[in-house]
């Protein structure tokens, strides 16, 4: 099993950044990719970002170019986030997907921007 905890949300203006990190511990060899994903109330959760275990990154179109995502190492990831806009208000949450295809969640970080 892999436990995933979020941090660094909070309450940003509009055009302000923020940095989310997420933290695993368990079986951390064993994580292929993480990611972000967030889910606004009302809407669906929707994929952020992901990296890989061999750097590689996919974004969504609404945050490409002004979110970026890194791994630190095996168990350590963090989403820069800067130009934030109101529409990004929501509950962002770490996942993390092992070598056998299961995903595990984190419990998830409120990031609100005021207009």
């Known amino acids: 099993q892999v436990q995933l905890v979020e941090s660094g949300g909070g309450l940003v203006q509009n055009g302000g950044s923020l940095r989310l990190s997420c933290a695993a511990s368990?079986?951390?060899?064993?994580?292929?990719?993480m990611g972000w994903y967030r889910q606004a109330p009302g809407k669906q959760r929707e994929l952020v970002a992901t990296?890989?275990?061999?750097?590689?990154t996919n974004y969504a179109d609404s945050v490409k170019g002004r979110f970026a995502i890194s791994r630190n190492n095996a168990k350590n990831t963090n989403l820069h986030m800067i130009s934030l806009k109101p529409e990004d208000t929501a509950v962002y949450y770490c996942?993390?997907?092992?070598?056998?295809?299961?995903?595990?969640w984190g419990s998830g970080t409120q990031v609100t921007v005021s207009s």
């Open positions: 990296i890989t275990s061999g750097g590689s």
């Open positions: 996942n993390a997907v092992v070598v056998d295809g299961i995903g595990y």
């Open positions: 368990g079986r951390i060899f064993s994580i292929n990719a």
